[in-house]
């Protein structure tokens, strides 16, 4: 509420109307109090100096008339002091003396106010806080001095002082006296802690001229009004005593010579070092503002500050200071006093860091190679520096000059440096406030768009690519995407090759900062141009190490080796991160780049093989397939490549190629479930699919009438009519014979079916069973059926296969035999009967002896196949629609179905059709054979073979062959033996060996069509 009212008490003033001032106190000096304010206009950072005048109203209540007339002069003749140092700031132009910025004014509650460069503290206030450390701990008091930053943020200002802070400041200190005594031939008169101010940079400023006068018998010409040693000294107790001249740190000169010289400035110069060494830091002459006190010090030579006594310090003082530089300053005899330009020149201040300050305090009169040669000697001396000289000095000077070109690069040098030493804090925000904004202005701001090269800008751009590392570690994202990523751009853009290979060098330092779009659409197309325009071949191969680094990969050869290097992982360095750019830019983006290079050079070729090694990893197979591998195909021809590189290429290549080939057969895999069955059914020729086949090769319905209606067409070309099974396998009887791949053995419920005998074998005790009546099974899940292609097979040769005994038609009364033999020799002889399925002769097929069954599908059961299938058979045969016909059982996609009679009729001869029962009507053992012929399509011999679990064809063996007289059925290679009317089984004979079955088989089919 007191604050608010100081500044209500201000009312409105030019300083009110254009400058924010901010209510957090900075400081105090004296009896001003310093707030933070930012000009309107401008925004730039000052210091308001209020002095409220109630403070010396406060004693003026309880005063007599009379003395009330008193004091109110005394009053103004305060205020008119403190208005006498504003004018004097004015007055008095040079670094170590504050700057006026606005004039003082009063305001309405006649109080005083003015502004001046921004200051953070006084030189009393960091000695009360570092007592305050001392004696508290760390924090102490000083926890209640904030500053307040330029984003609004508040934070407790941070009171690091050290010797060579000392050392910096008085040599300022001094510099201001030196300018006060022989430029002004003023006297200070007042030179106390109170009066020195230190600004952002750490510099030492010299205020508090309240008492500042001429120096006596001095001709200089002045327009400030000298004072009165009588009425300054005279102490009165109504005033704060910051109001009135400190003692403590005042010349005998004035006190007991009452003379004003410049020399009493530098008795009290001599005070101030003491104080600053001392513990607590206060003056060695102790006299609470009474003169009788300050004289008695005088009077004894212990009361005075001498080498004898350590000057009266708590603390011992440094040697130089000690021994040289305080015996000429706290002495008795002004004319034994140093001067200031003497205490400039003292042993205290020769030191390497003291001087290299100085010589940054009047960098701007040295030569041009004075400069250069100071700052590349400063960049080795600057780890012994404080941090806080570093931080609040040397970089802001530096920063000063870096309006001269010339010096830009060697400046930046030492910026980098002091932000690489300071703690990482610090860095950040020097870095952050003080750095980025001036590289910002002279690189992208001011930057002239010129395509002529500049060297010196070249070199600080160089110098700004080098130190990126450290610019990522001090800069937050945002910063860094508005203000130093456009001077990587203007690197990149730069017409010097060099500075264009070093940009390119620095993305692994940049991607980590930045986000993917800013990558992706500002990045990523300046690398792309930059590449693609380029002549040079440096640029080249520089162009894609950055591609690498884009993609994801890493430029460091250990990244990518193969773990047999020894090295642990610890030990190698880390890659880079994830991948910045997306795999539709790596694909349709890069890929064409890299394409498009006309080069053979080995050095791009083994870049491009870098970059395309990450794009394979992550590119689709079918991309890596199309393109990826006819480029590398391209490049590993070019016969400037060595033989280490070619196999570096040949790697990639058999690498990928593997990769391609796991995902497609994965990929295939995936697509047919499992499903493994047509590529093993595919070579088994066990039936035809689809009735086209049956319709192209001659046989009709109509022949199909007439050939269960009795009829005789001598025109019909089907095999039925033209001389059967047995003239289709004589006619192919001279070509080789095929193996068939096995087929699937067909079970009943609950039963099994026998293994097929051969003519070699022992006859098997015959077995009858009971007669059923055939129906259509049910298909089974595991049965498929692939249609060959008939154009591709090649010259077949005689071989072992799996055939089991033809099938023959026999009584609806079915004998399931145990084993049944084939003797193929007898096959081969005339037979003077009929074929079954013709009236016509049959004959036979002269065919080798076959192995017994080994194939993996030899017990594949056709009668599975469901009646749904029938669409899809390659060859059926339906009864006429008479009324006592039964319709015949679809063999699904397998080929050949009969039912049998609903009446089976009394036969006294006929063909057996195989042997077996079961509850339907199945084909239980099939085995194709096939034969391709000029003469005619020929289905190859059918055996039947005992089914035990189904009734109907046992085994039967078919082969096909395309040509010109069309399709006949062949004779069937082992007749059957028929048993009694009631039953169909009798199990297979040989031919030879019973005459008598011969004359049965005649009348087979005719048996047959009676019952239809």
């Known amino acids: 509420m007191a604050l608010a009212g100081v500044f209500k008490s201000l009312g409105a003033t030019n300083i009110n109307s254009n400058y924010s001032i901010s209510s957090t106190l900075t400081t105090t000096a004296g009896p001003w109090k310093i707030y933070p304010a930012k000009k309107k206009s401008t925004g730039k950072e000052y210091s308001v100096f209020v002095f409220d005048r109630k403070i010396l109203d406060a004693h003026s209540k309880d005063l007599s008339r009379s003395s009330a007339a008193g004091f109110k002069k005394v009053v103004e003749e305060v205020v008119e002091r403190l208005k006498k140092e504003a004018s004097s700031l004015a007055r008095l132009r040079h670094p170590a003396i504050l700057e006026l910025v606005e004039p003082v004014e009063e305001t309405r509650g006649g109080g005083l106010q003015f502004v001046t460069e921004p200051v953070t503290t006084s030189l009393a206030q960091v000695l009360q806080e570092k007592d305050d450390q001392e004696r508290n701990g760390v924090g102490g ?86 004072i009165s040693l009588s009425e300054v000294l005279h102490y009165e107790p109504r005033l704060p005593r910051t109001v009135q001249m400190n003692l403590d740190y005042t010349s005998p000169d004035f006190v007991l010579d009452n003379n004003l010289t410049s020399s009493a400035d530098m008795f009290s110069l001599g ?24 004289k008695r010090h005088f009077q004894s030579s212990q009361g005075v500050p001498s080498s004898t006594n350590n000057y009266l310090c708590s603390r011992e003082l440094p040697k130089e200071l000690a021994n040289h530089v305080l015996p000429r300053l706290i002495t008795r005899r002004p004319a034994t006093r140093m001067t200031a330009k003497e205490f400039q020149q003292s042993e205290y201040f020769n030191n390497i860091m003291v001087k290299t300050l100085r010589f940054l305090d009047s960098f701007p009169a040295k030569t041009p190679n004075e400069k250069q040669a100071f700052l590349r000697g400063l960049i080795k001396v600057l780890p012994d520096f404080p941090n806080s000289v570093m931080e609040k000095k040397i970089l802001p000077g530096l920063l000063e000059e870096m309006k001269d070109k010339e010096l830009i690069s060697l400046i930046l040098h030492n910026i980098f440096k002091i932000v690489e030493l300071l703690p990482s804090t610090a860095g950040k925000r020097a870095f952050g406030d003080r750095v980025r904004p001036v590289i910002k202005d002279i690189f992208v701001t001011n930057a002239k768009q010129a395509q002529e090269r500049d060297p ?49 060098q620095c993305l692994p330092s940049v991607l980590p900062v930045l986000d993917f779009s800013t990558i992706k659409n500002e990045l990523f197309p300046v690398v792309a141009m930059i590449f693609s325009k380029t002549s040079s071949l440096a640029i080249k191969v520089r162009g894609l190490q950055a591609f690498v680094v884009l993609c994801g990969g890493s430029t460091d050869p250990l990244a990518n080796n193969d773990g047999l290097d020894g090295l642990g992982p610890s030990e190698r360095k880390p890659s880079s991160s994830s991948s910045a750019l997306d795999k539709f830019t790596m694909q349709e983006k890069i890929v064409p780049l890299i394409k498009a290079i006309k080069t053979k050079e080995p050095a791009v070729m083994i870049a491009a093989l870098n970059v395309l090694r990450i794009v394979g990893k992550v590119a ?32 990639l290549i058999k690498s990928l190629s593997k990769r391609v080939e796991d995902e497609q057969t994965r990929k295939l895999q995936e697509l047919n479930g499992g499903n493994t069955g047509p590529a093993e059914d595919f070579m088994s020729l066990g039936g035809l699919t689809g ?36 003239d289709a396998l004589t006619s192919g009887s001279n070509k080789p014979a095929v193996t068939s791949a096995g087929i699937r053995s067909g079970t009943g419920t609950g039963r099994s079916t026998p293994a097929a005998t051969f003519s070699w ?73 009929a074929n079954p399925w013709s009236s016509t002769p049959t004959s036979t097929v002269t065919s080798p002896s076959i192995a017994p069954p080994t194939g993996a599908f030899g017990g594949m059961n056709l009668g599975q196949l469901s009646s749904n299938n029938r669409t899809s058979s390659s060859f059926s045969l339906q009864p006429p629609p008479s009324a006592s016909a039964v319709s015949s059982p679809g063999f699904g996609t397998g080929g050949f179905s009969l039912a049998p009679p609903p009446k089976p009729p009394t036969v006294t001869s006929g063909p057996a059709w ?75 004979q040989p031919q030879q060996a019973q005459p008598q079955q011969q004359q049965q088989n005649k009348s087979g089919l005719d048996k047959y069509e009676s019952l239809l």
């Open 141 to 226: 008091r000083s926890s209640r001095y904030v500053r307040e930053e330029p984003d609004g943020t508040r934070r407790r200002r941070e009171v690091e002082i050290d010797e060579l802070e000392y050392q910096k400041g008085l040599l300022q200190v001094s510099k201001a006296l030196e300018f006060l005594h022989e430029n002004a031939g003023l006297v200070h008169g007042n030179l106390t802690p109170d009066a020195i101010l230190i600004n952002a940079k750490s510099d030492w400023k010299v205020s508090g001229l309240a008492f500042c006068s001429p120096q006596q018998d001095s001709n200089k010409p002045t327009s400030i009004q000298p």
């Open 271 to 294: 005070l101030l070092c003491v104080s600053l060494y001392n513990t607590p830091h206060r003056s060695p002459l102790e006299c609470n503002s009474s003169l009788s006190s300050y």
């Open 456 to 504: 010196a800008r070249d070199a600080g751009l160089m110098i700004i690519i080098e130190q990126l590392p450290v610019i990522v570690s001090a800069c937050p994202g945002k910063e860094f995407k508005d203000d130093i990523l456009p001077i990587i751009f203007a690197a990149l853009e730069s017409p010097t090759p060099v500075l264009v290979g070093a940009a390119l």
């Open 620 to 651: 689709d197979a079918d991309f890596v397939a199309m393109d990826i591998l006819p480029i590398l195909w391209a490049m590993s021809l070019t016969p400037l490549l060595d033989l280490k590189q070619f196999q570096s290429f040949m790697d």
């Open 691 to 726: 009735s086209s086949a049956l319709d192209t090769n001659g046989t009709s319905a109509n022949d199909f009438a007439a050939l269960v209606g009795g009829g005789n067409n001598n025109s019909n070309t089907s095999p039925l009519d033209s001389g059967g099974w047995d």
């Open 761 to 833: 074998s022992s006859t098997p005790p015959v077995t009858n069973t009971p007669s059923t009546t055939l129906k259509p099974q049910t298909t089974g899940s595991n049965f498929r059926t692939v249609t060959p292609d008939l154009n591709s097979f090649q010259a077949l040769t005689p071989q072992s296969t799996q055939f089991s005994q033809p099938l023959q038609p026999t009584p609806s009364t079915i004998t399931s035999p145990t084993g049944t033999g084939i003797n193929w020799g007898a096959a081969t002889q005339p037979q003077a009967q």
């Open 914 to 988: 195989g042997s077996g029962s079961g509850s339907g009507s199945s084909f239980g053992n099939l085995g194709t054979m096939g034969s391709l012929s000029n003469g005619g399509n020929s289905l190859g011999g059918m055996m039947a073979a005992k089914n035990a679990g189904n009734s109907g064809f046992g085994n039967m063996g078919s082969g096909m062959g395309m040509g010109s007289s069309g399709m006949s059925m062949g004779s069937m290679m082992q007749p059957l033996q028929p048993q009694s009317s009631s039953g169909w089984g009798t199990p297979l």
